[in-house]
């Protein structure tokens, strides 16, 4: 049997992340990101008003009519943290979300894919403190929210 491509364990971005077990090669299929398929407005409900940190992380949108709720049913693919220079992607394969990796990736290195959340139009402070970023990236843009677009990223 084969050793699984990560492992969960503390991590100095967020509470848990993947590290990579062994080394794992530039465009290596790593996992699917799994959970309860449900609605964007059962996902609006059962989160509406939660005062955890980042309350959707573990929300990810398959369509526009389908979103994956990693909190029920999901697997270690919810423990990988977002990055402002990840060093994997998440893509959409027939409904379904996988985790591909963007370059060679060193046993023991934490795996990342920017997460770029959806702005919701309240970009406000509170909202930018809700998401913050803590990937230490030399690109840190400061939050997990996708680029806005009146919004520069910081130069390399």
């Keep these: 049997m084969r050793q ?3 492992e969960v364990r ?9 590290f990579a077990a062994r080394r794992i090669r530039k ?14 407005e059962e996902a609006d409900r059962r989160y509406a008003g939660d005062p955890s940190e980042h309350p959707h992380v573990l929300l990810f949108v398959a369509d526009k009519r389908t979103v994956i709720d990693a909190a029920v049913g999901g697997n270690e693919a919810r423990f990988i943290n977002h990055s402002c220079e990840p060093n994997c992607k998440a893509f959409t394969e027939k409904k379904r979300i996988f985790i591909y990796a963007l370059r060679t990736i060193e046993e023991g290195e934490e795996l990342t894919y920017d997460y770029n ?23 840190c843009r400061g939050t997990m929210l996708a680029p806005g677009k009146d919004r520069r990223q910081k130069k390399k």
Excluded at 10 to 18: A, F
């Design 4 to 6: 699984p491509l990560f």
């Design 10 to 18: 503390s991590s100095s971005i967020h509470g848990l992340g993947g």
């Design 27 to 40: 465009g290596t299929r790593i996992i699917e990101y799994i959970g309860e398929r449900i609605t964007s």
């Design 117 to 139: 959340l959806t702005r919701d139009g309240r970009d406000d402070a509170e909202t930018e403190k809700r998401y913050a970023c803590h990937c230490g990236a030399r690109t």
